[in-house]
């Protein structure tokens, strides 16, 4: 009668830790700084923070990189909740980068690209 017990109590423990973590689906727009959509920029998506606890605590990785449809989206199939890294590289755009911390299941990023800077030279 206790066997039974403890194992029932052991396998209720075991529940939560088997349950799948939180997911969030991504839209990241990507525009210039006039609204105008940028297409086949290349972004690159990176789950950075968050532990699984049904592998005793080893960091969750996920990464995705994709490219913009001419609408300028870049739909990111599902990825754990909590902070992630977008990167955002266009030809004749200035590369972007930011953490953002997502805790909704789908979540829209709007992204607007600056124009590149002229280059600094010390001889002019």
Not at 6 to 25: D, G, K
Not at 34 to 41: F, Q, V, Y
């Amino acid at each position: 009668m206790i066997r039974k017990a403890a194992v029932v109590f052991l396998v209720l423990c075991a529940v939560p830790v088997l349950a799948a973590p939180p997911t969030t689906a991504i839209v990241v727009k990507v525009t210039t700084l006039s609204g105008k959509p940028i297409d086949h920029a290349s972004v690159i998506v990176r789950f950075i923070s968050g532990h699984a606890k049904l592998k005793l605590y080893k960091a969750i990785r996920t990464q995705y990189e994709l490219q913009t449809t001419q609408e300028g989206e870049a739909k990111i199939p599902t990825i754990p909740q909590g902070k992630i890294q977008i990167q955002v590289i266009a030809k004749n755009y200035q590369t972007f980068g930011d953490v953002y911390d997502i805790e909704e299941a789908e979540k829209t990023v709007e992204i607007r690209l600056n124009p590149p800077q002229s280059q600094y030279s010390v001889h002019e």
